[in-house]
Each structure stands twice: as C-alpha cells, then as structure tokens.
C-alpha cells in the first residue's frame, strides 16, 4: 500500500494563479480531508469528504474548492491563488472503526505564493 | 464549530523526566479525541486516541486521560527520550486541532 499521496511536494506560485494540488489514497478509506498547517497555528481543516459525491466546508475554504468523483482521489484547487495561501498543506484520509477515526495524513505539499 | 486550545507552546524537560501536555474543547458533543506527533518536516501520525466513554487509555509511556465534565484533556510521557522530540497535536474528532506543543527532550 502506498498509503496517502501528494502530489507535487513543492510548489511556487504567482499572485492569480490557479492550480490543484493532488491527493490519493489506496485504502479504501471513506474519508478524506485537507488542512493547511501554517507556524504557530496547527493544523486547519479547508475542506472534508465523509464518501465520493460528498463534500463539505471545514474551518477556512475560502479561495480552495474541492471535488470527490471517485473513492481514491480528492483534489485541491485554488482558485486564484494569494500570498495568504502560502502555507504547508496536508491531505488525510481515514476510516471509522467504532467511534474512533483513524486519520492518515500525506507528506504534504509546500506552497509559496509570491 | 468546535475550539480547541493546547498548553504549553513549547516544552522542555531532561531526558528520563515526564511531560504533560493539556487541552481543552468547546463542544460537549465531541466524543474521540486523537493525539498526534509530527517530527521536523514530517507528517502528523497518530500516537493514541481516547473515546468519551473512557478516562484513561495508556500505551508503554505514554498515556491519555480525559475529563468529560470539566472537557479537558492530557496527554503524558513518563521517561521521555531524545526521540520523543517533536511537535505534539490534540485534537477533538479528527478535524479540530490544538496549536501545538514542542517538547524538546533534552538528553
């Protein structure tokens, strides 16, 4: 299993630009996340999908949107990208096994917007 | 939606000593609470949970305990090691994250 993948791991962006930051997972896991870690704050979560057709808003979505067409996949795009959006971020997936929820989380991808 | 705030920022004890991480949470629905360890550059992985129905969970050293009434909880090393050198993370469900404590194990 690979697990959780992130692609690319490193990203330089100009003010107004658009793109998708890629994540997969082979788990078969229903649930999917991402966060953006930024220093000082910990983790917090843009948006979440509890299964493929689902998704919702988490703590910060604005400027992100997110889609989940398939069970693997759960791509990241902004829209217009902003030097506020620099930041280290982090997909997740997991599962739930009673009332726990196992969360694995990618290596991340780093993005700096200029 | 659900606050979740850690203390300390940052943490140093001698190798062997223990550590104690706290936090608190806001919503008195929320009924797991993970805690995760990140090393420099690395990503978050879980270390142990605990459930609302439980007050104490230990693994080897480290332990978790909770308390529903006063909605805290603390996560405990006893006979830390250089090792145990990161960056620790609560959480409550699996969205809602504390700040963060670097605890620094100094040998």
């Known amino acids: 299993n690979a697990g959780v993948t992130q692609t690319p791991k490193f990203q330089v962006l100009k003010t107004g630009q658009s793109m998708t930051l890629q994540c997969a997972q082979d788990m078969n896991h229903e649930y999917m996340s991402w966060y953006r870690q930024d220093p000082g704050m910990g983790l917090r979560l843009i948006h979440y999908?509890?299964?493929?057709?689902?998704?919702d808003q988490g703590e910060v979505p604005n400027g992100y949107n997110v889609s989940r067409s398939t069970t693997e996949d759960f791509p990241l795009r902004l829209l217009s990208a902003a030097p506020s959006q620099t930041s280290v971020y982090f997909c997740?997936?997991?599962?739930?096994?009673?009332?726990?929820?196992?969360?694995?989380f990618g290596p991340g991808t780093r993005l700096t917007v200029t | 939606g659900e606050n979740v705030e850690q203390h300390p920022s940052t943490l140093s004890v001698q190798e062997g000593d223990s550590a104690v991480i706290k936090c608190t949470y806001s919503d008195s629905a929320s009924n797991y609470f993970p805690w995760y360890k990140q090393e420099l550059g690395k990503r978050p992985q879980l270390i142990i949970d605990?459930?609302?129905?439980?007050g104490e969970k230990k693994d080897q050293r480290i332990a978790v305990t909770l308390n529903k009434t006063a909605k805290h909880f603390s996560l405990h090393i006893t006979e830390t090691q250089p090792e145990d050198s990161a960056v620790y993370f609560c959480a409550a469900w699996e969205f809602y994250f504390g700040s963060g404590t670097k605890l620094n194990v100094k040998p």
């Open positions: 997740a997936s997991s599962y739930s096994r009673g009332s726990s929820y196992e969360q694995y």
């Open positions: 605990i459930r609302s129905n439980v």
């Open positions: 999908s509890v299964g493929a057709g689902i998704t």
